[in-house]
T-cell receptor, first 115, second 113 residues
């Protein structure tokens, strides 16, 4: 049963455009994440937020910016997309028990294609 | 930073046989090791995990073994079924990393009838 909802499922755009992806979780979790999965299926964390605060910010180009309005929502904006941004962007959430590791629940992903 | 290596990129087994997927990690401080499954065209979902205070954990047909000295952990699937066919990802995280998981590259498991 899906409890992490991502929109859109797919997005095709041209180089230089701006895109935004949305994520909402209904699990009551404290922490949300954005992961990037490339064409070889490699998964890399981009950002994580705990209760609307940015807590992990990996080495990601500055054109990527996460936005959180509340702990149930985490959006991702990409200003001026590049071809290497083509990937599946996976949103996830988890409980937070004082920084201890907990199970991640993933959304179905947003597949971005940059032409 | 942490690196997680997944040794088998593909694995093919006959239905009913066992499958083993092996991972190694580099950071001795790593203490949490989950496994996720990704079926074709779908997202990831959690299958099993192990923490560093134990060296074995079983859940039905799945067993995870952890060897902290060798910095190695493995997923064992017994009595494989066609629905076990998927990409399996191992991952690791360290305490205080705010659940920042480092994933392996994935193992594509095919269970053939």
């Amino acid at each position: 049963e899906t409890a992490v909802f991502q929109t859109p499922n797919y997005h095709v755009t041209q180089v230089g455009n701006e895109v935004s992806f949305n994520c909402k979780q209904t699990l009551g979790h404290d922490t949300m994440y954005w992961y990037k999965q490339d064409s070889k299926k490699l998964l890399k964390i981009m950002f994580s937020y705990n209760n609307k605060q940015l807590i992990v910010n990996e080495t990601v180009p500055r054109r990527f910016s996460p936005q959180s309005s509340d702990k149930a929502h985490l959006n991702l904006r990409i200003k001026s997309v590049e071809p290497e941004d083509s990937a599946v962007y996976l949103c996830a959430s988890s409980f937070d028990w004082g920084g201890f590791a907990e199970t991640l629940y993933f959304g179905s992903g947003t597949r971005l294609t940059v032409l | 930073g942490e690196k997680v290596e997944q040794h088998e990129s593909t694995l093919s087994v006959r239905e009913g046989d066992s499958a083993v997927i092996n991972c190694t990690y580099t950071d001795t401080a790593s203490s949490y090791f989950p496994w996720y499954k990704q079926e074709a065209g779908k997202s990831l979902h959690f299958v099993i995990d192990i923490r560093s205070n134990v060296d074995r954990k079983q859940s039905q047909r799945l067993t995870v073994l952890l060897d902290k000295k060798a910095k190695r952990f493995s997923l064992h699937i017994t009595a494989t079924q066609p629905e076990d066919s998927a990409i399996y990802f191992c991952a690791a995280s360290t305490p205080g990393s705010f659940n920042k998981l480092t994933f392996g590259a994935g193992t594509r498991l095919a269970v053939c009838p």
